[in-house]
């Protein structure tokens, strides 16, 4: 069982818009900066948004990231086929580091 | 271009002890920190600890408290995680990344697959 709680499945066709939330409690998302990585089949993660809502450069800005209390949320608006993949939200907890479950993304 | 190179698969027997080798390339070692995480077949991301390369201060997970060393020489830009008295539920592809205080894990290895198995 996962600190942080995501939805283990989101889907959608392409050029819709898709948010994938993320949950955690006032020791983790509600003190501390949420993170997001992307991780597509059979390749190591990759950061896609770091301090809640700021995007590495190289990541398209259709990847966004939200902070709101004790919860977070990615948002990718024109879904495209290459998106299909895992994402994580992670947070540092006590000085420990927090992974939420993983959320598949289909593409439809 | 910035790098993290893993060694490669390994297959030990329950008990035995794995050392996992992260060799760093294009940027300076000791500016950051090296994060371990692990996952398991079919499984999400597990963070196992960190280390600072700077001055070798080290934060593990508390399940793996006791069983997991993390090391680093600035000699050769390498950091190492070593795992004790492995079981099979260790078994888990592992990754290094980097730690940058502002950016989190920016930069990833390429994973190296565990394997315990009597």
């Known amino acids: 069982q996962s600190v942080l709680t995501q939805p283990p499945s989101a889907s959608g066709t392409p050029g819709q818009r898709v948010t994938i939330s993320c949950s955690g409690s006032?020791?983790?998302?509600?003190?501390?900066?949420v993170y997001w990585y992307q991780q597509l089949p059979g390749t190591a993660p990759k950061l896609l948004i770091y301090r809640n809502n700021q995007r590495p450069s190289g990541v398209p800005d259709r990847f966004s990231g939200s902070k709101s209390g004790t919860s977070a949320s990615l948002a990718i608006s024109g879904l495209r086929s290459e998106d299909e993949a895992d994402y994580y939200c992670a947070a540092w907890d006590d000085s420990l580091k927090v992974f939420g479950g993983g959320t598949k993304l289909t593409v439809l | 271009q910035v790098q993290l190179v893993q060694s490669g698969a390994e297959v030990k027997k329950p008990g035995a002890s794995v050392k996992v080798s992260c060799k760093a390339s294009?940027?300076?070692?000791?500016?950051?920190?090296i994060s371990w995480v692990r996952q398991a077949p079919g499984q999400g991301l597990e963070w196992m600890g960190w280390i600072s390369a700077y001055n070798g201060n080290t934060n593990y997970a508390q399940k793996l408290q006791g069983r997991v060393t993390m090391t680093t020489d600035t000699s050769t830009s390498t950091a190492y995680m070593e795992l004790r008295s492995l079981r099979s539920d260790d078994t888990a592809v592992y990754y290094c990344a980097r730690v940058a205080r502002m950016y989190g894990m920016d930069v990833w290895g390429q994973g190296t697959t565990v394997t315990v198995s009597s």
């Open positions: 294009g940027y300076t070692f000791t500016s950051y920190g």
């Open positions: 006032s020791s983790n998302i509600g003190s501390n900066y």
